[in-house]
């Protein structure tokens, strides 16, 4: 069983900069792609972001390319989302995720999710 933890979420105003963590009890981590959802009240879960098992391979959706970064610190268990330049729009439970084998954008994808964090943006 894989456990996933999302921390790092809070109240930000527009422009500023957080950063989401992701803690898993697996002992294979390294085996595992990662990715970041998002998912605002009533709307469909989308993808953010997501990183090989190693990392150094990264994907991103159009809508953060360039103001999120996706992490890994596999001696930690642990993914990063760093997310600057912050929008209203990014407003949304963040949920990390996991798989085996290559990379996804698709939720269907991913075997095992977090619990959430609230990320708001707001004025």
């Known amino acids: 069983q894989v456990q996933l933890l999302e921390s790092g979420g809070g109240l930000v105003q527009p422009g500023d900069s957080l950063r989401l963590s992701c803690t898993t009890s697996s002992l294979t981590f390294t085996m595992y792609r990662m990715g970041w959802f998002r998912q605002a009240p009533g709307k469909e879960r989308d993808f953010v972001a997501a990183?090989?098992?190693?990392?150094?391979?990264?994907t991103y959706a159009d809508s953060v390319k360039g103001r999120f970064t996706i992490s890994r610190d596999n001696g930690k268990d642990t993914v990063y989302l760093q997310m600057n330049s912050l929008r209203p729009e990014d407003t949304a439970v963040y949920f990390c995720a996991a798989r085996l084998g290559s990379s996804s954008t698709e939720g269907w994808a991913y075997s095992y999710w977090g619990q959430g964090t609230q990320v708001t943006v707001s004025s």
């Open positions: 990183i090989s098992g190693p990392g150094g391979s990264t």
